[in-house]
T-cell receptor
Framework: SQTIHQWPATLVQPVGSPLSLECTVEGTSNPNLYWYRQAAGRGLQLLFYSVGIGQISSEVPQNLSASRPQDRQFILSSKKLLLSDSGFYLC???????????FGSGTRLTVV | GDSVTQMEGPVTLSEEAFLTINCTYTATGYPSLFWYVQYPGEGLQLLLKATKADDKGSNKGFEATYRKETTSFHLEKGSVQVSDSAVYFCALRGLQGGSEKLVFGKGTKLTVNP
């Protein structure tokens, strides 16, 4: 069966520090991969998606970047965090259109 | 582009009350429609889905019918429980430039009181 792993679950980082969040998928090949952010009390914002290794599409200009070094690995990064980067980050994978996405358990990032 | 509009709430109900959360969409073609649920501090879980007009998705007592004529996918449950307290997201997935992105509504927070 397919599973998705996302870590860490919670992270507190100072302003200006770097960030690396990792997401891995098991049990499927060539999935579409997605990073979403959910700010406090707000909806879900699609940040990046990837349809293959090395292929990254950015939805919103921001302080973050994404990479897909392997088929089932998706990484969200920042060189210097801002206070506004705080939020709940969710990784997801999907295949056929008639199916939804499967989400990871999320990372709660607090920038202080 | 594709979009989803759902009632923002918050919605507060007593246990065993009837629940409706409205969701309408705008999309080209024939998208698949979904309801996701997010319990406090957790990621999103797929609650139910429908892939074509007049399909009814159902799970855990929740139901939603894909209405193409009204472009709606309202979520209903006949008798809610305290454990149903969560945020509910309506979403659609259709072809947009080949990426098949999932587009979400803003979410509706439901609180069920005993």
């Amino acid at each position: 069966s397919q599973t998705i792993h996302q870590w860490p679950a919670t992270l507190v980082q100072p302003v200006g520090s770097p960030l690396s969040l990792e997401c891995t998928v098991e049990g499927t090949s060539n999935p579409n991969l997605y990073w979403y952010r959910q700010a406090a009390g707000r909806g879900l914002q699609l940040l990046f998606y990837s349809v293959g290794i090395g292929q990254i599409s950015s939805e919103v200009p921001q302080n973050l970047s994404a990479s897909r070094p392997q088929d089932r690995q998706f990484i969200l990064s920042s060189k210097k965090l801002l206070l506004s980067d705080s939020g709940f980050y969710l990784c997801a994978w999907g295949t056929r259109t008639e199916y939804g996405y499967t989400f990871g358990s999320g990372t709660r990032l607090t920038v202080v | 582009g594709d979009s989803v509009t759902q009632m923002e709430g918050p919605v507060t109900l007593s246990e065993e009350a009837f629940l409706t959360i409205n969701c309408t969409y705008t999309a080209t073609g024939y998208p698949s429609l979904f309801w996701y649920v997010q319990y406090p501090g957790e990621g999103l879980q797929l609650l139910l889905k429908a892939t074509k007009a007049d399909d009814k998705g159902s799970n855990k007592g929740f139901e939603a019918t894909y209405r193409k004529e009204t472009t709606s996918f309202h979520l209903e449950k006949g008798s809610v429980q305290v454990s149903d307290s969560a945020v509910y997201f309506c979403a659609l997935r259709g072809l947009q430039g080949g990426s098949e992105k999932l587009v979400f509504g803003k979410g509706t927070k439901l609180t069920v009181n005993p």
